[in-house]
């Protein structure tokens, strides 16, 4: 039965996952590993606990603002990777320029944006806009680049424009590229934020969390990463659901995977 195949392999995954955490706990306790140095889970669960009205203001504050960092990432990702997707002159000319910005290090940005827009929301936003969209432009333009000769030979000969195609064939067709990136892409943005908030701004998790480490406040610490892990795991699992209900087509089923 597939289903309870699939049900036994999540049950096994979440014990794995919560043996884990009681050998990280042991560990704390058999060592006497001091909290300053690592926390116990028992320890840090109960500060997020204990300091969840004070953080849940900066959880919104870090959610806002690397949705909003992630939504017009998206948006340039987009637009830049079918452009270079179906012109071969701005691939090269692009393609290059992308690639070189990508590989400079965003805490050698942050510096900059708040030179331009002072401390605080806008730099963040800016941050984690710049560090998510790369994987959208090369997933969108490796998706455009797929699309078969063959087929559009035969929509051009059936009268199409290069819009046409690009629209009811070569976008629908970079789908599971798209989605595939969108699940490191909000990754990505959530590091871009919390990076610009450790930097320049006054709330947010990643202030938090700078805030506490000055203050050797290392369970804070950790409640702040487990915060942002959680949040990162949320929203993949939200990406996920999408993508099986919209590239469901694309996706491999289980059952038909030899065993």
């Not at 963040?124 to 790369?134: E, K, M, R, Y």
């Not at 590091?191 to 290392?218: H, K, P, Q, W, Y």
């Not at 939200?238 to 491999?252: D, H, Y």
């Amino acid at each position: 039965m597939p289903d309870l195949d699939n049900l036994r392999q999540k049950a096994w995954s979440a014990g794995l996952i919560v043996l884990f955490f009681v050998a990280w706990e042991l560990f704390c306790l058999m060592t006497g590993m001091s909290d300053l140095i690592l926390p116990r889970p028992s320890q840090i669960f109960t500060t997020l606990i204990q300091k969840f009205p004070i953080l849940w203001p900066h959880i919104l504050q870090t959610l806002a603002t690397t949705m909003l960092g992630f939504v017009f990432g998206v948006a340039l990702g987009v637009v830049l990777g079918a452009i270079i997707g179906v012109s071969k002159t701005a691939y090269d000319t692009c393609y290059p320029l992308l690639v070189g910005f990508s590989s400079i290090p965003k805490v050698a940005i942050v510096p900059i944006l708040v030179l331009w827009f002072g401390s605080g929301t806008v730099p963040a936003v800016l941050t984690a806009l710049s560090i998510c969209f790369f994987p959208i432009v090369v997933n969108i333009a490796t998706g455009l680049a797929t699309t078969e000769p063959e087929l559009e030979d035969v929509l051009k000969a059936l009268g199409a424009s290069k819009f046409d195609i690009l629209w009811n064939v070569g976008l629908p067709r970079t789908m599971p590229f798209f989605f595939a990136s969108l699940k490191v892409a909000v990754s990505y943005a959530f590091v871009g934020a919390v990076l610009s908030e450790t930097v320049a701004s006054n709330r947010g998790i990643g202030n938090v969390m700078m805030t506490a480490s000055s203050n050797f406040n290392v369970p804070l610490v950790f409640a702040g990463l487990f915060v942002l892990a959680g949040l990162g795991v949320a929203l993949y699992v939200v990406f996920s659901l999408i993508e099986g209900r919209v590239t469901g087509w694309a996706t491999r089923k289980n059952d038909l995977i030899a065993t």
